[in-house]
């Protein structure tokens, strides 16, 4: 991206107003919503009291990164069009299996993490592993996150790399640390207004532009054909067919909503099982809308660099920025509010992933570990500790990327997303087999990362492998399927064929066994 400074404090009051009061109002949220915060339950959990409302705007804006404010027009702008909208009806879908499949089991007890319902299943060290894959792939991927979020300011803003990400970082982990999950929350409501808001500023800054304005517009995109949202030719190769949107996005939702303990932390601040529900089912309609936002001002800004004069970039990611820079007003307002919309995007996710890692550490691994319970004193102190490391350690992995090919980056983002399907396989494991033990599932997780690592990075290349190897490409959605499957199937299958991994190897009681399936 060419590094072109549209903005500096200075130089446009009212732009800076507002980015300047996003970045106080953050901190401010958190100071008033940590009050009370005096004990674990209440600084990671929220004091389970939080309003259903709430935590719908929590799950929405922390499953949305600068990606989707961005990059998601992109892809509108380029051949897909509207056809994206076929994976968030596989979102729907999933999340309705979540609320039936998963929230009762973690409302049965006083959890704090996703992962304790695996001990109860199959013992301490699927719990420590499970989390432990968590912990990995959750900073790995925030912190490359970080890393784009990061590009796309040093663009808008001409700051370094490092400054952007030392900006969202620093104030991110200030404010979840003064306030915890509450905090968090409150502040990612507070970010999805804003990033929704500068998506609809720039559905009207965009008709603006167009001449001839909303007719135009409707009559390209009905010719161009981008209004058509389905396809249902299947093909495995591509992510933007019905069947890959509806089977792969349902179970990749399942996977990411089900057992990442970033989002069930979310539930469990609920105030009840019905709560956490409404929040679940709700916010895939959110989204859905939300990426009815996004894909349109692709299809505007595909109509709008159609015209006359006008040249898009290169790569289609960078077309919604382009267009930031060069046609949004000045001195309106409106470019603070799409920068606020960028950071809120990237805090929004950045805030849950450290809070989420601080309380998978302090819950799965320091108190089990620890001879005498702490003190709560002493939890909310480990734990704000542990959200500036997980804070900083995101901020050194943003900051390094750059060092990194585009490439890499890439693969190490899809190798974070990996831990979706091999955690839906391992609770899979637990929820519908009988037989299979701790070691089956730990050896049916190993067996799927195995698979997923061959499916995206060696059969695509197959044959410069070795003549024999096909060359085969499965697309995105597919992934978590496939990860799931393997990890269950290959836990199921140790389990009959090595009694020492099966159920019957486990020392407790077949009752308690029973009763404390997840």
Not at 263 to 268: A, G, K, N, P
Not at 324 to 351: C, D, E, H, K
Not at 404 to 414: F, G, R, Y
Not at 421 to 430: E, H, I, M, N, S
């Amino acid at each position: 991206m060419p590094a072109t400074t549209v903005f500096s404090v200075g130089d446009s009051l009212m732009d800076s107003l507002v980015l300047v009061i996003l970045l106080a109002g953050s901190i401010v949220v958190g100071l008033r919503a940590g009050r009370g915060s005096t004990t674990a339950d209440a600084y990671l959990l929220g004091g389970r009291s939080l309003p259903w409302w709430a935590i719908l705007g929590s799950i929405v804006a922390t499953e949305t990164s600068t990606a989707t404010v961005l990059s998601v027009p992109g892809a509108a702008f380029g051949a897909t069009g509207m056809k994206w909208l076929q994976i968030p009806l596989g979102y729907m879908i999933g999340r309705v299996i979540v609320t039936s499949v998963f929230l009762p089991r973690y409302f049965q007890g006083n959890l704090f993490t996703a992962y304790e319902v695996l001990e109860k299943r199959f013992g301490p060290l699927t719990r420590r592993l499970s989390s432990l894959l968590f912990l990995v792939t959750r900073n790995l991927g925030d912190g490359l996150r970080l890393f784009l979020a990061g590009l796309v300011l040093q663009t808008l803003l001409g700051w370094s790399l490092s400054q952007s990400v030392m900006v969202m970082g620093s104030v991110t982990i200030v404010y979840t640390v003064i306030g915890g999950l509450r905090s968090v929350v409150w502040n990612d409501c507070i970010q999805f207004v804003i990033y929704v808001l500068g998506g609809i500023a720039a559905v009207f800054v965009l008709a603006n532009r167009i001449p001839g304005h909303w007719s135009t517009i409707f009559t390209y995109a009905t010719e161009s054909g981008k209004l058509q949202p389905f396809n249902f030719q299947f093909s495995a190769s591509d992510p933007f067919n019905f069947w890959a949107g509806l089977i792969g996005g349902a179970v990749l939702t399942i996977g990411t909503h089900g057992t990442d303990h970033m989002m069930v932390q979310r539930y469990l601040s609920a105030r009840s099982l019905h709560d956490a529900g409404k929040a679940v089912l709700a916010s895939g309609v959110v989204v859905f809308l939300q990426f009815v936002l996004f894909l349109f001002i692709g299809v505007q800004l595909a109509c709008f660099f159609s015209m006359p004069g006008q040249q898009a970039p290169a790569e289609s990611d960078q077309v919604f920025v382009q267009f930031i820079v060069q046609q949004f007003p000045r001195n309106t307002g409106l470019i603070g509010l799409m920068l606020a919309a960028v950071l809120s995007a990237a805090m929004s996710t950045l805030s849950s992933s450290l809070n989420a890692s601080a309380s998978a550490i302090v819950n799965d691994f320091w108190i089990p570990l620890s001879r005498v319970e702490p003190t709560a004193a002493r939890q909310v102190w480990v734990s704000r500790v542990l959200t500036v490391m997980f804070g900083l350690l995101q901020m050194i992995i943003g900051i390094q990327a750059a060092r990194l090919e585009t490439s890499v980056v890439q693969n190490a983002l899809t190798i974070a997303g990996f831990s979706a399907g091999l955690l839906l396989g391992v609770f899979a494991l637990g929820i519908l087999s009988r037989r299979a033990g701790q070691g089956a599932a730990l050896f049916g997780a190993g067996v799927g990362l195995l698979v997923l690592i061959v499916v995206q990075f060696v059969l695509p290349e197959g044959r410069s492998y070795a003549a024999w190897i096909p060359t085969i490409r499965i697309a995105w959605p597919w992934l978590a399927l496939i990860g799931a499957a393997t990890t269950f199937s290959a836990g199921e299958l140790s389990a009959m064929l090595c009694p020492a991994w099966s159920m019957s190897a486990v020392g407790v009681n077949q009752d308690v066994r029973n009763s404390n399936r997840p």
